[in-house]
């Protein structure tokens, strides 16, 4: 994230959505920028898989959740191979 500090600067203090597929570490970022509302992270491709593979994925996101200033949403738009199932009953 070579251009948050730059972004920190000059007044931004959100990011979204923290894509997981590009490597993106939401603790890594809150560890640094504490002040910086984080949103997304929750691995796409998880929904692919069964249910407990959401679960997990969420499950990994506890302590930033408590922490505050991090809201757990998916990391870009939802696949076309995710069951509507998931999308509704999740």
């Not at 251009?3 to 990011?15: S, T």
């Amino acid at each position: 994230m070579l251009l948050l500090p730059y972004l920190v600067k000059v007044g931004f203090n959100c990011l979204m959505p923290l894509e997981k597929n590009a490597e993106v570490d939401a603790s890594e970022i809150k560890e640094e920028y504490d002040k910086v509302v984080l949103i997304g992270n929750i691995f796409k491709k998880a929904l692919i898989e069964e249910k407990r593979a959401i679960g997990k994925e969420v499950e990994s996101k506890i302590q930033l959740i408590k922490e505050g200033g991090y809201t757990p949403t998916i990391d870009d738009i939802v696949p076309l191979e995710v069951p509507l199932e998931i999308i509704f009953t999740t």
